[in-house]
């Protein structure tokens, strides 16, 4: 217990409790946006952490047995983007980020589209939007 008390300051910096870990530049541009932004992410539980957003859904990650959290589907997508409040904060350098969303979820493709909106030191964040609004829920 001493030894970990003792080394605490070392692997908090290497912990989702460090900003910086990822892009603190990404969580700056987070704490824009307006209250009722939906927001789809591949680090939910980073941006709950730094932001103190709620909610911040999954989305866009290949479902994988053993996630601790399991990524929106698409129509779960959908519904998000016909708010006109969506948008997706991708942290590209995470293991579960591959080529990006649009690689990551081709299926999701099919129902909204992505609109890059702002590129920052470690972040992209998109713009969603519905393919096809008369396809939102009622």
């Known amino acids: 217990t001493w030894a970990a008390m003792m080394d605490f300051p070392d692997r908090a910096r290497l912990s989702i409790i460090d900003r910086d870990e990822f892009s603190a530049a990404m969580h700056d541009e987070i704490d824009t946006f307006p209250d ?12 709950w952490w730094h932001n103190e957003r709620q909610p911040v859904s999954f989305a866009f990650t290949r479902p994988r047995p053993g996630n601790s959290h399991y990524p929106l589907e698409a129509d779960e997508v959908l519904a998000a983007a016909c708010t006109g409040r969506a948008r997706v904060a991708w942290f590209p350098d995470l ?3 591959g ?4 690689e990551r979820r081709p299926d999701l493709l099919e129902v909204v589209k992505l609109a890059p909106e702002t590129t920052v030191e470690g972040g992209v964040i ?4 519905p393919i096809d609004p008369a396809a939102c829920p009622r």
Do not use: F, K, M
Request: proline content about 9%; hydrophobic content about 40%.
């Open 36 to 47: 009722d932004t939906v927001i789809l992410t591949n680090s939910p539980q980073r941006v």
């Open 95 to 97: 293991l579960n980020a």
């Open 99 to 102: 080529e990006g969303p649009e």
């Open 126 to 129: 998109y713009v969603v939007a």
